[in-house]
C-alpha cells in the first residue's frame, strides 16, 4: 500500500517534469511556426525547419522529445486507471481538485492530443522522415525541403483546418490545468504564489492555443 503510494508519487512528479519540458517544446515549436504568418516567401521558416532537421544537437534532442511525449502519456494512463480503480472503495467524492473544471477530463483531453500528434506527426514529420517533401528548385535555398508548402497545402483544406482548430481548443483546455497541477505535484504549493501560478497556467493555454489556432486559421483565410 505504502509502496503504492510512494510509487505513484513517483509517477506523478515524473509527469509533470515531462509536461513541463514538453511545454516549452510547444513554445519554442510556435515561435517557428508562426514565421509562415510574416514570410510569406516561406524561406525564413524552411530554413529553420532546415537547420531543426540536420543540427546533430537537436536530432538527438528529438528523440529526447519523443521520449517525454510518451513517458507522459504513459503514466497519465495509468495514473488515471490506478485513479478509476481506487475510487469507488475509498472515495465518495471525487477525487480532483473542483476549482478547474477541465481538471476532470484530463484523461480525455489527453487522449484527443495523443490522436492529433498521430495523424500531425504522420503528416509533416514523418513525410519529411520518408523524404516525400517538395524539393525546393530556385534561389538560395535550392535543394532543401519546402516544409512550408505542405503546412499551407493542409491548411488551405477547410476540413483540415476545423480539425486542428478543435484539437487546439482542446489542447488549450489539457494545459490550462496540466500548468498549475503540475507545480502541484512537485510540491510547489504556497498560499501566495498558488493563486500566481494558477493565473500564469491560464495565460500560458490561451497564449499556446491562440497562437496555434491563427496559424490554420490566418493561413486558410488570408494567405
Ligand atoms: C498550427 C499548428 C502546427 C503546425 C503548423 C505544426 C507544424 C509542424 C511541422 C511542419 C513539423 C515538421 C517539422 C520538421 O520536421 O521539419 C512538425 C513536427 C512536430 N510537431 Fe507540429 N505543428 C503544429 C502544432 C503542433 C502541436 C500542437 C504539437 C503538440 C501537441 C506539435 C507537435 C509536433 C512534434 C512532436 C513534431 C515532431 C518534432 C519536430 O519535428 O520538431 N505540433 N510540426
Same mark, same amino acid.
Given at each position: ?13 515524473? &509527469? ?6 514538453? &511545454? ?26 532546415? %537547420?531543426?532537421?540536420?543540427?546533430? $544537437? ?26 478509476? &480503480? ?9 477525487? =480532483? ?8 477530463? &484530463? ?9 492529433? +500528434? ?5 503528416? $509533416? %514529420? ?6 516525400? =517533401? ?6 538560395? +535555398? ?9 503546412? %499551407? ?12 482548430? =478543435? ?11 496540466? %500548468? ?27 497564449? +499556446?492555443? =491562440? ?13
Amino acid at each position: 500500500m505504502g509502496s503504492t503510494f510512494y510509487s505513484s508519487l513517483t509517477k506523478k512528479y515524473v &509527469m509533470s517534469l515531462a509536461g513541463l519540458f514538453l &511545454m516549452t517544446f510547444l513554445f519554442v515549436h510556435l515561435a517557428i511556426n508562426l514565421l509562415l504568418l510574416f514570410d510569406d516567401s516561406r524561406g525564413l521558416f524552411n530554413q529553420v525547419a532546415h %537547420f531543426m532537421g540536420t543540427n546533430p $544537437f537537436i536530432q538527438t534532442f528529438q528523440w529526447v522529445l519523443f521520449g517525454g511525449f510518451i513517458i507522459h502519456m504513459i503514466f497519465g494512463v495509468i495514473l488515471q486507471i490506478q485513479n478509476w &480503480m481506487a475510487r469507488p472503495k475509498r472515495y465518495k467524492k471525487k477525487a =480532483v481538485s473542483e476549482d478547474n473544471y477541465f481538471s476532470k477530463f &484530463m484523461i480525455h483531453t489527453g487522449i484527443v492530443i495523443g490522436i492529433f +500528434l498521430v495523424i500531425h506527426l504522420t503528416d $509533416f %514529420f514523418l513525410k519529411k522522415i520518408g523524404g516525400t =517533401v517538395p524539393e525546393i528548385h530556385h534561389g538560395n +535555398l535550392a535543394g532543401m525541403e519546402d516544409m512550408g508548402i505542405l503546412v %499551407f497545402e493542409k491548411f488551405k483544406m477547410i476540413g483540415y483546418v476545423i480539425f486542428y482548430v =478543435v484539437a487546439l481548443v482542446i489542447l488549450g483546455f489539457h494545459l490550462d490545468h496540466a %500548468f498549475q497541477s503540475a507545480f502541484q505535484s512537485l510540491g510547489l504549493n504556497h498560499k501566495k504564489y498558488t493563486p500566481v501560478i494558477k493565473w500564469l497556467s491560464h495565460f500560458v493555454a490561451i497564449v +499556446l492555443a =491562440v497562437g496555434y489556432i491563427s496559424i490554420p486559421v490566418c493561413i486558410y483565410f488570408f494567405k
